[in-house]
């Protein structure tokens, strides 16, 4: 039986640099193997059947319902090789519990994608790192476009709209699942409802169960969308009643922004316009080409561009006036945000390096480790709210910030910092939430997202590790199990919901090296951070995923 380490970190409060030796692996293996990254990264088969698993320890009698995930599963088509490690074909796992018992299956999405590779026995669908060859019948407009609409391979996430549940990317398709059985049942297109040709992988979902996403369209001038989708009535088509919320003009023409996902709190949306953007005319040509090229290329990181933060208020759409910047990073995820004394508060999983980090998922380059220049930080933003958004003139901008009122944070455990510029706008500088840095960050969602909270768990960045954090105390405790790395961590609260961290987490965990150790499920206590149980599996393998919820019976 393999052993868990735990292990507990603390910083003090204020802005400190990482040493180089912390290295973003993401959810490679380690960081010293040569290997590891693309052994993590590999081919299953499917478990279409449920496979029961071998219980040890104890699994909370209270603890009933689905584990659902989403990630890639399959790298190979025919004799063509997946390059990115976000390329591979979506497959669902899922974990059903109940009377202390787990059971276990998967499924391949059965996108169009997916259908149209196993029938050339070949990949013919282009993906984010791997070009496929360009479709003859398209004129150039449509191949262009078609590096944004085309995949349908839904590999990143699994949400709910209502009563159903929907695969996504960070294309304009969805696809909805059946949650007990994984079965692929009908393609969505957000494009048919609103004006995106992407949108991110990480939609929040509010209390009343509308949910909100932030997309991009690419026609004329590039604009960030803010969709809100509310619950659909019976019988109506899951994305009916979908709308944009706001429009939000590029900075850039032919380079706007990604987005990977957003911040909400109980009264307004914030949107990081990032220096890190498409680089369309790179997509231009490889859409006409089908020339691979490296990920980089595809992307322009602008690291004399200042990050814009956008608030926008949910109940009106209206894009507070108040222009917040704050020096070049790049994030795929945000922590969590929230509203305290008249100000924003928002907590990120961030690098400087914006231009290295897609190339370093590359497979070929995780068999290398990742570039030591690819640092990352939890960090805290606070954007003040009061008084800005008056009709002061820039002269009263110009005399507020010669007044010498230099940080206009008031939160009082706060070493972050919002200084008034001349010109009106207000410039941010972090403080660090951890002293260790983390990826795939998870809260308790269900009672404190958009809330003031304290507690964040996430995967280490060598990979190994699972990680809870106290944000009020930037104490970390760690629990590492030696030869497995963990899926993203989900916490599920316990019916007598004590305190924040009164619940579980569940994590799946896969062996590095290829049928070396049983995958098994991990039930951690959230407060304590010991296991308290776990179910093996006797199955040949289990994929390396992505993200996904707990849905309770």
Known sequence: MDIWRLSRSRVGLGVRTFPRSVRFIAVAGTTNSQSNGTRVFRTVKEQSTPLQGKVKGVIPPWLTGRLLRNGPGQYEVGDTKYLHAFDGLALLHSFS????????????????TYKKNMAANRIVVSELGTAAYPDPCHNIFQRFLSQFTQTDNC???????????VACTESDSLHKIDKDTLESKEKLKLSKYVAVNIATAHPHVDKDGTVYNIGSSFKARPHYNIIKIPIPKDGEPSLSKAKVLCSIPSRWMLTPGYSHSFGMTDNYLVFLEQPFCFNAPKFFSRSITGTNCKVSELFKFRKDEKVRFYVVEKSTGKVLQ?????????????????????????????TKNGQKIVDSLLLENLKYGVDDDVHYSCRRYVLPLLGLESNATTRDHTAAAQSGQKNLVALGNSQAQAVLLEDGSVHCEHELISPI??????????????????????????????????????????????????????????????SEDDG??????????????????????????????????????????FHGLFVPY
């Open 97 to 112: 519990i109940k009377n202390g018992n787990v059971t276990y299956q998967s499924r391949f999405l059965r996108s169009d």
């Open 155 to 165: 590999v990143v996430n699994i949400y709910p709209i209502g009563e159903d549940y």
């Open 322 to 350: 108040t222009k917040y910047t704050a020096d070049p990073f790049f994030t795929f995820h945000h922590v969590n945000a929230f509203e305290e004394c008249g100000q924003i508060v928002l907590d990120l999983s961030c």
């Open 437 to 498: 840095p983390f990826e795939f960050p998870q809260i308790n969602y269900r009672e404190f997202n958009g809330k003031k909270y304290n507690f964040a768990y996430g995967v280490g960045m060598d990979g190994m590790q699972l990680i809870k954090v106290d944000i009020a105390e930037k104490t970390v405790k760690t629990r590492k199990s030696d030869g497995y790395t963990p899926s993203e961590p989900v916490f599920v609260p316990s019916p007598e919901k004590k």
């Open 504 to 545: 579980v987490v569940l994590s799946s965990m896969i062996s590095v090296e290829p049928g070396a150790l049983p995958p098994y499920l991990v039930v951690l206590d959230a407060k304590t951070w010991n296991e308290v149980g776990r179910a093996e599996f006797d199955c040949s393998d289990m994929h390396k995923d």
